[in-house]
Every structure is written in structure tokens, then in C-alpha cells.
């Protein structure tokens, strides 16, 4: 017991492992290069599920994963054991309390590593989740969790170079708002371990401005509109290549927007179609002139929303990992003599 006690507490191994991860690594990153689908599709799943499933079938791709899984489990086992080892060392020999500085940051560093562990292990995450502005989505694998955009701010330079990006979302159970807040770039809005990461923006048609026998009427894609006089409008379906088949039935010659055409529909149930390519043209409706007077842009943000069950403990063994750096490089002997040195001139 004695002999694998001293095996794992070993700097000689830890300088091994630190050489071959490093080498297991740059094998991986040349593969991640050669092969970008397999990096974004290794990217977009939680690693363990994929390890004991898909990875299986292509080992030639994935085998340096396994292998840096397995030296990652002994070289956590060498730190556990060369941090017990010094610690006991440390307090039974009485040295000085700054000899504990370079363990600070080994504890932070098996604190996130075990975050890392949980985030790879379970959890999910879900990629091009696509947000209209004020309209409510639900959260994917998270029953009864709905999302809002409800402002989206972006920033551009005068080379039209993206700056920065605000997007304002409202998280809801049922109808009950949870929780509000922004999310910036590299800055998720995190609810119940679910982070909410600002991945694309922009704007896009949502619906129509007509005029129906001269009065002006807002017709979104998905509700209807009622006019002044309790007649109802909605539109229907959407031809990207308008044409009429032998019988005078609508189709679709294509699906490239050559001659686009919007089904409208009132509410006993007449339709004319309307061609939608420009503002201006027209058609008629039970007898009343509708015209395309202009389009309702709204803007929308996708996002990637991830659960990481670990996050918390990334961010506590960070923190201490940091902490015992700071300790570790400038108040430790000598340095942390030059530091009370400059004080002392200060004074």
C-alpha cells in the first residue's frame, strides 16, 4: 500500500502526465482542425454519453479523448495524494503558514476539475434556439420554463464591426416572470443551472401592413386582425413562386423567391392572394381592395442554452485557484518580504 501511496505522490509522475497531456492534447487539437463537423458535433454533446455511445464507432477519431480522460483520472489521483501528502508534511513538521499557498491552488484546481466532471456527465445543451422579439418559447428540456425576448441592442463601429450585443430576455413559469436580465457576449444569464449564451441577431418579416378597402391593418403571420367594421383578416399560406396549377389551384413553382404570393383570408372563410415582392401591388378580397402598404420587421436572437450541472464549481475552484496564486506569487518569502518592504516605504 505504502509503494502506491509513494508511486501517486511522485513529482516524477506528475511531470510525466503534464508531458504526455500536453502531447495527447496537441494530437487532438490536429485532429479537431483536420476534422471541424467532428469538432462541432463533439462540441454540441455531453462528453461521458457520447464517450460510452458514439464515440465507440470512430475510434480514429476519438481515441485521444479517451486517453486524456484517463490521464486526466491519474493525474487528479497524483494531485489528491501529493496535496495530502505535503499537507501532512506541512502540519506535522510545524512549517510556516505560507507553506500552504501552493495547495490553495491545488484544491482550486480539483475543485473545478470536478465541476468539469459534472458538466460532462450530465446536463444537456441545445444550439440555434431562435427568439422573436415579445413573443414566449419554451426552454428546451426544461418543462414549464418559457423565454421572451424583450430588447435587443447592438452595437456596431463606424467599419460596421460588431461591438457589442445587449440582448434584454424574460424567463417565465407559466405566466409568472422568474427572472429578467441581459445577456452580453462571453456574459450568459444563468437560471437554476441553465446558462442562456447570445450566439446570432438580426431582424427579419414577421408579417404585413395592408389596406383593406383603405383602412390600414396589421397582419402578423400567426394572428389574426380585426377591422374597424368586426370583420376578421389572417394570413395563410406563403407561395415563394407564385403560380396556378391547370385546375386555378395555387402552387409553388419552386422554393426560391422569384414571384412570392400571401394567401389572405377573411373571416367567412374568402382568400385572395396577394403578391408581397414590393409595397404597393394589390388585389381584391369579397370585393374590397387590399394593398401591401409595407412589412413588419422584427428583430430576433438565437441562442445556445446550456445545462452544466458543475458550473458553480468551476467558478468556486477558479476562484480559489486564483486566490491561492495571488497568495502563492506575492506573499511567499522573499516576495512577500518585498511586498511588506514597499508598504513599509509607502508609509
Not at 455511445?53 to 490521464?71: A, C, D, E, Q
Not at 470536478?114 to 413573443?135: D, I, K, P, W
Not at 389572405?264 to 372563410?269: E, K, N, R
Request: aromatic share 10%; charged share 20%; with cysteine.
Amino acid at each position: 500500500m505504502k509503494s502506491i501511496w509513494n508511486f501517486f505522490a511522485s513529482v516524477k509522475l506528475t511531470i510525466t502526465l503534464t508531458v504526455v497531456i500536453c502531447l495527447d492534447a496537441a494530437w487532438g487539437s490536429v485532429i479537431t482542425v483536420k476534422y471541424p463537423g467532428f469538432a462541432r458535433a463533439l462540441d454540441q454533446t455531453i462528453l461521458f454519453p457520447w464517450l460510452l455511445t458514439t464515440g465507440k464507432n470512430y475510434l480514429s477519431l476519438s481515441l485521444w479523448i479517451y486517453l486524456l480522460v484517463f490521464l486526466m483520472a491519474v493525474f487528479t489521483v497524483n494531485t489528491v495524494v501529493c496535496t495530502a501528502d505535503k499537507v501532512y508534511s506541512i502540519v506535522k513538521s510545524r512549517r510556516p503558514w505560507q507553506s500552504f499557498f501552493p495547495h490553495i491552488v491545488h484544491i482550486g484546481f480539483l475543485v473545478a476539475l470536478a465541476g468539469h466532471l459534472a458538466g460532462s456527465a450530465t446536463g444537456f445543451r441545445s444550439y440555434g434556439t431562435t427568439l422573436l422579439q415579445g413573443a414566449a418559447v419554451p426552454v428546451p428540456n426544461m418543462n414549464g420554463l418559457y423565454m421572451r425576448l424583450d430588447d435587443l441592442d447592438v452595437k456596431s463601429s463606424p467599419a460596421g464591426d460588431l461591438e457589442s450585443v445587449k440582448t434584454s430576455v424574460t424567463l417565465l413559469e407559466g405566466k409568472t416572470e422568474v427572472k429578467k436580465g441581459a445577456i452580453e457576449i462571453n456574459g450568459p444569464l444563468v437560471y437554476k443551472g441553465v446558462a442562456f449564451y447570445h450566439m446570432d441577431q438580426g431582424r427579419t418579416p414577421t408579417g404585413f401592413v395592408l389596406t383593406i378597402d383603405g383602412e390600414p391593418l396589421r397582419l402578423n403571420m400567426d394572428t389574426p386582425a380585426a377591422a374597424s367594421n368586426g370583420n376578421t383578416y389572417r394570413l395563410g399560406d406563403l407561395y415563394p413562386d407564385f403560380a396556378l396549377d391547370p385546375r386555378g389551384r395555387p402552387a409553388s413553382r419552386s422554393e426560391d423567391f422569384r414571384n412570392p404570393y400571401i394567401e389572405v383570408v377573411s373571416g367567412d372563410g374568402k382568400t385572395a392572394y396577394l403578391p408581397i415582392g414590393a409595397p404597393g401591388a394589390k388585389t381584391v378580397l369579397d370585393g374590397k381592395a387590399v394593398e401591401l402598404k409595407d412589412y413588419i420587421i422584427t428583430p430576433y436572437a438565437v441562442l445556445t442554452i446550456n445545462k452544466d450541472p458543475g458550473i458553480w464549481f468551476i467558478i468556486i475552484g477558479s476562484s480559489i485557484l486564483v486566490v491561492g496564486m495571488v497568495l502563492l506569487l506575492f506573499f511567499r518569502g522573499e516576495r512577500g518580504e518585498l511586498v511588506r518592504q514597499r508598504k513599509e516605504d509607502a508609509d
